[in-house]
């Protein structure tokens, strides 16, 4: 068993560089005592050189939001996979449904999935249904997310992916709550299905799938012993120590 992988996303948090170094200041104190746990904090871009230089050890790495599928060039405001990984950076989010909603598309997230694995990057590949129909529905959206990220890519690249479900009525401040662990539990041995049809059922068993949406410290151990997940994506709360290092203990007990 590999180690369970913990993300945290800050998305556009903190304000300042001073708040941004304490919080990774903080969560890294816990994280590094815990052997079982890999985890990965993703701030904005503007705090990631800083951050990095506070790395010590590899429990506790820094991560990327977003990334641009051009190498380099006239792109206004993109940073390529080859920045990411010429600054050291190993984990980058793909397909996060914040910037899905803001315009990018299946073909876009398919890109940058190929540049960054191609880069040698691991990316955290987010794929999550708007809504639960009762008709089950859901699952042909998340099958169309997958197929169309992984358009292309090879078999040989998938084994630095990470497949984050994330349902996107579960996520951030307006969510109706989280996910339960049977229904992610479910829906990761559906993403485990696809991937057994388009490459093989080993690959498919052994591919790391993480929940995301209100991840808290009183539900982070549900997800990871019932629901079907190797570790968990955390917006909010990874924004307060305190509240993430509970996450990262609980990730932490055999
Ligand atoms: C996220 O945005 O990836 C997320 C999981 O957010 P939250 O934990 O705040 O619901």
Redesign the pocket.
């Known amino acids: 068993m590999g180690k369970v992988i913990i993300i945290a996303?800050w998305?556009m948090n903190p304000l300042s560089l001073t708040e941004a170094k304490r919080i990774f200041t903080d969560t890294k104190k816990t994280a590094q005592t815990l052997r079982n746990v890999q985890s990965v904090v993703c701030p904005p871009f503007i705090y990631v050189n800083e951050l990095k230089s506070l790395v010590s050890g590899r429990r506790c790495l820094i991560g990327a939001q977003d990334v641009f599928f051009e190498r380099n060039g006239a792109y206004t405001g993109e940073i390529s996979a080859a920045m990411l990984a010429k600054a050291g950076i190993k984990y980058v989010i793909v397909g996060?449904?914040?910037k899905r909603t803001f315009g990018e598309t299946d073909e876009v997230v398919n890109k940058k999935t190929l540049a960054a694995l191609k880069e040698g990057l691991h990316v955290v590949l987010?794929v999550g249904e708007r809504e639960r129909d009762e008709h089950a529905l859901y699952f042909d959206f998340i099958r169309r997310e997958l197929e169309h990220a992984l358009k292309g890519v090879p078999k040989n690249l998938t084994h630095k992916l990470l497949i984050?479900y994330?349902p996107i009525w579960?996520?951030?401040?307006e969510?109706k709550s989280a996910d339960t662990p049977a229904g992610t539990f479910e829906t990761t041995l559906f993403i485990r299905k696809i991937l057994a049809e388009r490459y093989d059922k080993k690959m498919a068993m052994n591919m790391p799938i993480l929940y995301?949406?209100?991840?808290n410290k009183k539900n982070a151990r549900e997800f990871l012993v019932h629901g079907g997940v190797q570790g968990l994506?955390?917006?909010?709360?990874?924004l307060t120590p305190a509240h993430f290092a509970e996450i990262l203990k609980e990730a932490d007990r055999p």
Not at 170 to 173: E, F, L, Y
Not at 212 to 215: A, H, I, K, P
Not at 233 to 238: K, P
């Open positions: 996303n998305k996060h449904s914040e987010c984050a994330e579960a996520i951030g401040r969510a995301g949406g209100s991840v994506l955390v917006g909010r709360a990874s």
